[in-house]
């Protein structure tokens, strides 16, 4: 592939009205939001440092049910997958049903065709009508919805970093049960609210490339407790 070729792929709009386009550019794909760049195909390395904070090396999770919010290039649910056991379920909510067919189709390659895997079941709509249908559900939360607190894609993404939104995910997990949240951005303010809100919470620096590339931060918020699918779980190996 030629580092000079650029070609776009799809289009789709947001629910904001605003241009979403998949092209390759050089020697990656590239889905950018009016005209700027939201993700690219050669940038995987925050979505692996959330699914390690999820899951640990050694942590028992075979049977582990997980919520992921926003389906992106697919990079969070396959770093998921390959921390998983076989009987694990996996929801993956994504606002657009383009980036949906999007991973099934030209950038499914890249996360090795996650979506077919059995383990996994898709739901296109809003992340907070999910959250608010399943009190104590999940033992891991992964989102990577919009820019973080601050919203840059979809202007009401923001209601899931407001203090009505933390709420709803906090119900949603399990006692011992963690969300790690995804942001382009570090914000101290944040992380208070995430603990007014009743999680024990942490901040985590990242790269977005193994070791290079732009900084990004990943809050880690645990709902106090004994983790539920720990106790007399199968260990993954």
């Known amino acids: 592939m030629s580092k000079s070729r ?58 582990a049910r997980i919520l992921i919010g926003g389906l992106g290039m697919g990079f969070t649910l ?11 379920r996996i929801t993956v909510v994504e ?6 067919h ?16 059995a383990r996994v079941s ?17 033992d891991a939360i992964l989102l990577d919805i919009d820019n973080g ?3 840059f894609t979809v202007r009401s993404n923001e209601r899931l970093y407001r203090a009505d939104g933390l709420a709803l995910l906090f119900r949603a997990l399990r006692a011992g049960g963690v969300a790690v949240l995804w942001s382009a951005f570090s914000s101290p303010a944040f992380e208070r609210r995430l603990r007014r809100a009743g999680f024990d919470a942490r901040s985590v620096a990242v790269r977005a490339r193994a070791g290079k590339g732009a900084r990004h931060t990943l809050f880690a918020a645990t709902r106090p407790g004994e983790a ?6 199968d260990r993954v190996d």
Do not use: K, Y
């Not at 999007?102 to 895997?117: I, V, Y």
């Open 78 to 88: 396959r770093a998921v997958l390959d921390r998983v056991g076989a009987a694990a």
């Open 95 to 100: 606002l657009l049903a383009d980036v949906v």
């Open 149 to 151: 607190p601050q919203a």
């Open 122 to 138: 898709v739901h296109v709509g809003d992340l907070l009508d999910v959250l608010a249908g399943g009190e104590q559900s999940f």
């Open 228 to 233: 539920a699918h720990a106790r007399g779980a």
């Open 6 to 63: 650029r070609e776009l792929l799809a289009e789709a709009t947001t629910p904001d009205g605003e241009p979403l386009t998949l092209g390759i550019e050089g020697l990656e794909h590239v889905v950018r939001v009016r005209g700027q760049m939201l993700m690219g195909s050669r940038c995987s390395g925050s979505e692996q440092a959330m699914a390690q904070l999820a899951f640990p090396a050694g942590a028992a999770v075979n049977a």
């Open 102 to 117: 999007w991973n099934r189709g030209p950038l499914a390659a890249f996360a090795g065709h996650a979506l077919d895997d």
